[in-house]
């Protein structure tokens, strides 16, 4: 479903990411791992659109969309959530998921003003879709909170509610069980299966923790020092030596761990 | 009864200029509380505003552009258009800006308006300015009559403008609107085009100022390049919208009334200052301003009315059974 085809990033010296090839595949959840700093969340930026690759070319269902903003990729069925949660600070709960729903009659300047009927319906699934996203995550009790005064916890069910919201081909998950308890993230896991399985919506999320990774994810993708490292089942890819020196020391990044 | 009545159409004349302000106000609302634009050039729209409906509305005369006589309510659409359109470009341009720069964009902008006004006296007679402007419903009115007319005509039109930004602020664009100011990276995430957001928030802004900028040349029936002072329409519109409540439609009216009010009050303190004194009064009355903006802002950190969600209409169904999806 993604394809990156040899992406560069750097940030003026810095080479976040180097000639890293990959794909995501359609109707599965991939695991991304490695260290701190090996540029798992730039990845997700150069697919997003939010950072532009200095080389190499982005493919979502075969079609080149490196040139898309980040808007495009989104009205094209791909979502993302934020490692550090982008809240709207100053919207309610529920306008926040609301406000990620795309609304073409509603967010038509005209119609605002001079058809108020025009959307009427269209609100109205926006509004019970967010009502019942919202009562997934369990944030019933903060949904007419300023997302603002949130627990970092909190704003991370958030995000995923926006992404959700979008009713999108593949979400991209960062760290989304990073301050979430274990009960709901283990209740997290169970329904980002069923949507996998039921909805065949694509998954590729970027976590520490591998025991969840290994619960999720037939595939993975090791990044380290922005390489791509290897890839394979979470069995593989643990008992692989470059992953253990990655993760552990030794050898080539030892200097950086 | 004098004295009284004296009092009276001296409260009109304040309303007059407060309600002029509260348009300026609402429309600051919708780019800044709604949309996060930084406009410091206000004053430029609120000029072009001004011009076009004296040129539009004024007899025919040698010292400036003009001689078209139209009605003073077409003068206001044109206003609106010109400002409009003059906002869009400017848009195209800044839009993409961080609002600081925004910000320094359109002062900027505003500069060079100014500029343009006192420099193209083919235009609007430079600095010597355009006189004559007609009131509305002028033929039928005189004196003091007139300008009760004219009260009623100006807050007539905040109540449309107020009705324009209710509906923008309580729909879907206004909260994908308020989305984007506040994270511009996760609205555009969810596949909002910002740009194409901003880009109407600020001409629709732009026009609202350009119609208060109409109103006001109407007002005093005379234009020059003095009644464009960034002091008195640029800062103050500011002032006004932070104390009110930037991102409640309401708190910019109040906002408006109340700092213009507590202004005009501040002239008559500052008219009984011995005379050496009296040339520093508008710094006097700036400083004091300044000092109840603080004082506001301690108190009511988001203005006296802060934003509000709008109320979702869906309530009280809210609790039947969710669709199965
Ligand atoms: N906008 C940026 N400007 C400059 N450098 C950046 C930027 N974003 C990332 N980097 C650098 O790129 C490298 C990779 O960062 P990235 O955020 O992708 O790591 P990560 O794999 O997500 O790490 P973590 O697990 O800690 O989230 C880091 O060295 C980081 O400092
Ligand atoms: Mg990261």
């Known amino acids: 479903m993604i394809r990156l085809e040899g992406i560069c990033v750097d940030f003026g010296g810095l080479r976040a990411i180097d000639h890293v090839s990959f794909d995501v595949g359609a109707g599965a959840i991939t695991g991304l791992i490695g260290p701190n700093g090996a ?59 609301m406000a990620a729903a795309s609304a073409p009659e509603g967010e038509n300047v005209f119609n605002v003003v001079f058809r108020r009927r025009s959307f009427g319906a269209e609100e109205r699934a926006i509004y019970d879709h967010a009502r019942e996203t919202i009562r997934f995550l369990e944030l019933d009790h ?71 990774v290994s619960r999720l994810c037939s595939h993975v993708l090791v990044m380290a020092q922005g390489e791509l490292l290897t890839e394979g089942t979470v069995d593989a890819v643990r008992n692989d030596e470059r992953v253990i020196e990655a993760y552990f020391g030794g050898g080539k990044y030892e200097a950086h761990l | 009864m004098t004295e009284l009545s004296g009092l009276f159409f001296y409260l009109v004349s304040v309303l007059i200029a407060g309600g002029i302000y509260a348009l300026l106000c609402l429309a600051l609302n919708i780019q800044w509380g709604m949309g996060g634009l930084f406009n410091a050039g206000i004053v430029g729209f609120f000029a072009i505003g001004a011009y076009t409906s004296a040129i539009l509305t004024t007899p025919e005369t040698a010292k400036h552009l003009g001689g078209f006589e139209l009605p003073i309510f077409a003068g206001l659409i044109g206003a609106a258009i010109i400002a409009g359109v003059t906002g869009w470009a400017v848009a195209r341009i800044c839009v993409r800006l961080k609002s600081d720069y925004l910000a320094m964009a359109s002062i900027g902008i505003a500069e060079i308006l100014r500029l343009v006004i006192v420099n193209e006296s083919w235009l609007t007679n430079g600095s010597l300015g355009i006189s004559g402007i007609p009131r509305p419903f002028g033929e039928y009115t005189a004196g003091r009559p007139a300008d009760l007319v004219f009260l009623a005509y100006v807050w007539l039109i905040v109540l449309i403008v107020y009705l324009v930004a209710t509906r923008l602020y309580n729909s879907p664009w206004g909260r994908s609107l308020r989305a984007i100011r506040d994270n511009e990276a996760s609205a555009a995430a969810a596949g909002k085009n910002v740009e194409r957001f901003r880009t109407q928030t600020f001409v629709i802004g732009c026009a609202f100022m350009g119609v208060a900028g109409a109103l006001s040349a109407h007002y005093f029936r005379f234009l020059s390049p003095s009644a464009t002072d960034p002091l008195l329409v640029t800062f103050l519109v500011w002032v006004m919208l932070m104390a009110g409540g930037s991102g409640n439609n309401r708190g910019a009216i109040v906002g408006a009334l109340g700092i213009w009010a507590l202004w005009s009050v501040t002239e008559i303190f500052t008219n009984r200052l011995p005379p050496e004194w009296a040339t520093r009064s508008s710094f006097i009355r700036m400083l004091l301003v300044g000092l109840l903006l603080q004082y506001v802002l301690q108190k009511f950190r988001a203005g006296i009315l802060p934003e509000k969600s709008p109320p979702l209409h869906f309530e009280d169904e809210a609790e039947r059974p969710a669709p199965e999806k």
Do not use: W
Request: hydrophobic letters at 40%; one cysteine or more; aromatic letters at 6%.
């Open chain 1, 142 to 212: 903060v949904r007419d909170e300023k997302a603002g005064n949130l627990s970092g916890g909190q704003k991370k069910l958030v995000e995923l509610g926006r992404a959700l919201m979008r009713d999108p081909k593949i979400i991209l998950l960062d760290e989304i069980g990073a301050g979430i308890n274990r009960t709901l993230l283990s209740k997290l896991a169970d329904k980002i299966s069923a949507l996998n399985e039921e909805k065949g919506l694509t998954f590729c999320l970027i976590e520490h923790d591998l025991d969840y």
């Open chain 1, 39 to 97: 540029g798992k969340t730039t990845a997700f930026n150069v697919i997003a659109g939010a950072v532009r690759p200095t080389a190499g070319r982005v493919l979502f269902d075969g079609e080149d969309i490196t040139g898309l903003k980040p808007y495009q990729r989104a009205q094209r069925g791909l979502a993302r959530t934020f490692q550090i949660p982008h809240e709207f600070y100053r919207l309610t709960v529920l306008e926040n998921l």
